[in-house]
């Protein structure tokens, strides 16, 4: 919990946990002359809402975006290895623009996945499941992710739980459609000779023709089958204290000496790889912090 006093943060409480039963065995209490939240855009959201931070305008937790992507095999006759090498060597941006007005916001990177992994997204059960695992040799995958308009909500659970609440809204299904009919095409280019879309129930590609049936419409909850790697833009920074969570510096509007230095910061999705973003806001924020110490 963040620890206030009189407007300003002060310090962090919470409970020391035995790693091996996950019961708590004590308390501890740490003050501080600044706080500073790094626990993604669902931690750091949630710790802020769970800590009773002052928040006027119900922004905190609001907002949430995702990058949320589906994945595309293509099955092809000779042995691909996609182990080997680098995962995400490449992408494509035909799809992608940015913007209030943008019309195409798919992103599609290449990929792959351990036995395990893979093992979770391809379709089918028993006998069915282990002959598409046989060909995992054979296998290459392309992602499909979204820089989505849809936003969620990030609220605190029962002890270390966080609650996530998103829903993709119909422009947003319309890009995934766009997004898998445009991985299919280039895997069945390349040569595959049938590709897996992850719909519900899963479907087979194998002609370029049979991709137009795979429209925003046919799509909903579950439907793909989704994955998502870049929570961002719960605590947003912002210059205006009515419809942003912390000043461009990373502190809070509204309690002073409590940061945020991580992928909450964004005010939107980005819809590109947050990481190096990420470094320069902990760098913006370090000098912020730095800033204010006397000489």
């Known amino acids: 919990k963040i620890l206030i006093h009189r407007g300003e943060a002060?310090?962090?409480?919470?409970?020391?946990?035995?790693?091996?039963?996950?019961?708590?065995?004590?308390?501890?209490?740490?003050?501080?002359?600044?706080?500073?939240?790094?626990?993604?855009?669902?931690?750091?959201?949630?710790?802020?809402?769970?800590?009773?931070?002052?928040?006027?305008?119900?922004?905190?937790?609001?907002?949430?975006?995702?990058?949320?992507?589906?994945?595309?095999?293509?099955?092809?006759?000779?042995?691909?290895?996609?182990?080997?090498?680098?995962?995400?060597?490449?992408?494509?941006?035909?799809?992608?623009?940015?913007?209030?007005?943008?019309?195409?916001?798919?992103?599609?990177?290449?990929?792959?996945?351990?036995?395990?992994?893979?093992?979770?997204?391809?379709?089918?059960?028993?006998?069915?499941?282990?002959?598409?695992?046989?060909?995992?040799?054979?296998?290459?995958?392309?992602?499909?992710?979204?820089?989505?308009?849809?936003?969620?909500v990030v609220s605190p659970g029962k002890g270390e739980q966080i609650h996530i609440s998103y829903k993709l809204d119909r422009s947003d299904y319309d890009q995934l459609a766009l997004g898998m009919r445009e991985s299919a095409r280039i895997l069945l280019a390349a040569g595959a000779q049938r590709v897996f879309v992850p719909t519900r129930p899963a479907r087979w590609v194998t002609r370029a023709a049979d991709l137009d049936a795979i429209t925003g419409s046919v799509l909903g909850p579950l439907n793909p089958s989704l994955t998502a790697v870049h929570p961002m833009s719960t605590l947003w920074m912002g210059d205006n204290r009515r419809t942003s969570v912390v000043n461009p510096q990373g502190m809070h509007h509204h309690t002073k000496n409590l940061w945020v230095a991580d992928g909450s910061l964004f005010p939107t999705s980005i819809g590109g790889p947050p990481q190096i973003p990420i470094y320069t806001f902990a760098r913006r924020v370090a000098r912020a912090i730095a800033a204010q110490r006397p000489a």
């Open 10 to 152: 002060v310090g962090v409480s919470g409970v020391c946990v035995d790693p091996g039963t996950g019961t708590a065995i004590g308390e501890f209490k740490v003050q501080a002359k600044h706080v500073v939240l790094a626990g993604s855009a669902t931690g750091s959201a949630a710790l802020v809402k769970k800590s009773d931070v002052p928040d006027p305008y119900r922004l905190a937790g609001t907002n949430l975006h995702l990058h949320p992507g589906a994945i595309v095999a293509g099955v092809f006759a000779e042995p691909v290895e996609a182990w080997l090498g680098i995962p995400q060597a490449i992408e494509c941006t035909q799809f992608l623009e940015f913007g209030p007005t943008a019309k195409n916001r798919a992103w599609i990177v290449s990929g792959f996945a351990h036995p395990g992994a893979a093992a979770g997204f391809m379709p089918g059960f028993g006998a069915e499941h282990a002959k598409l695992m046989r060909d995992y040799r054979n296998t290459a995958v392309l992602i499909t992710m979204l820089h989505d308009r849809t936003s969620g």
